[in-house]
């Protein structure tokens, strides 16, 4: 298995509040994604990184922000949760193909 | 806009029946995954199949990719309980970013 870790695994937090969420890999896989999975519509990416410092936007980007400063590390930001953004969060790498290796998730709750 | 259509969503069966799952586009991919994923955990990839026509088994599963790169299809003969799971096809677009598009998923529950 690849070696991806997420934290933290589950969050529950409050509307309007900043959540980051960590995804960390050992792997030195160049590609980083970050999706949310939700009832109905599958995984769907939000952002991803192709190295250091450079990441671009998925399909559903608005309301998140990330950062990757570091090969190992890919952050993302919630900078102001809404209920909306309940939802599961996937991050997974990529070396240099198309095939991606995903984390085990965390589960946020946005009351 | 959902470009890879699977179906179905949901399947039941008993254990020792065959099914089909179908992963359906309009759009050519350079290449395509199968993932599956248990409650809890992230997708485990399958397999990646990149030429058209192509054909790949894993013990009892068979997968392949159309001629024309637009679908395809995940065969399970004799289902077991611990075939029972969410399956996803996954279609690159370009092998430059790594990006894939992700179907919504078949949900497999395999009785005993």
């Known amino acids: 298995d690849a070696g991806i870790t997420q934290s933290p695994r589950h969050k529950v937090t409050e509307t309007g509040t900043p959540v980051t969420l960590r995804c960390h890999q050992t792997?030195?896989?160049?590609?980083m994604y970050w999706y949310r999975q939700d009832p109905g519509h599958g995984l769907r990416l939000i952002h991803y990184s192709y190295g250091v410092k450079d990441t671009d936007k998925g399909e559903v980007s608005d309301g998140y922000s990330v950062s990757r400063s570091k090969t190992e590390d890919f952050l993302l930001t919630l900078e102001s949760a809404t209920s909306s953004q309940t939802s599961v969060y996937f991050c997974?790498?990529?070396?240099?193909?198309?095939?991606?290796?995903f984390g085990p998730g965390t589960r946020l709750t946005v009351l | 806009t959902q470009l890879l259509e699977q179906s179905p969503q949901f399947l039941s069966i008993q254990e020792g029946e065959n099914l089909t799952v179908y992963c359906n586009s309009s759009?050519?991919?350079?290449?395509l995954q199968w993932y599956r994923q248990e409650p809890g955990e992230g997708p485990v990839l399958l397999v990646t199949v990149v030429t058209g026509g192509e054909v790949k088994k894993l013990k009892r599963l068979t997968f392949q990719f159309g001629d024309a790169r637009k679908d395809s299809s995940l065969h399970i003969t004799a289902a077991q309980p611990g075939d029972t799971g969410l399956y996803l096809c996954?279609?690159?677009?370009?092998?430059?970013?790594?990006?894939?598009?992700f179907g919504q998923g078949t949900t497999l529950q395999v009785k005993p």
């Open positions: 759009s050519v991919f350079s290449s």
């Open positions: 996954a279609g690159a677009r370009s092998s430059n970013t790594g990006k894939l598009i």
């Open positions: 997974a790498i990529s070396r240099t193909s198309d095939t991606q290796y």
């Open positions: 792997e030195n896989h160049r590609y």
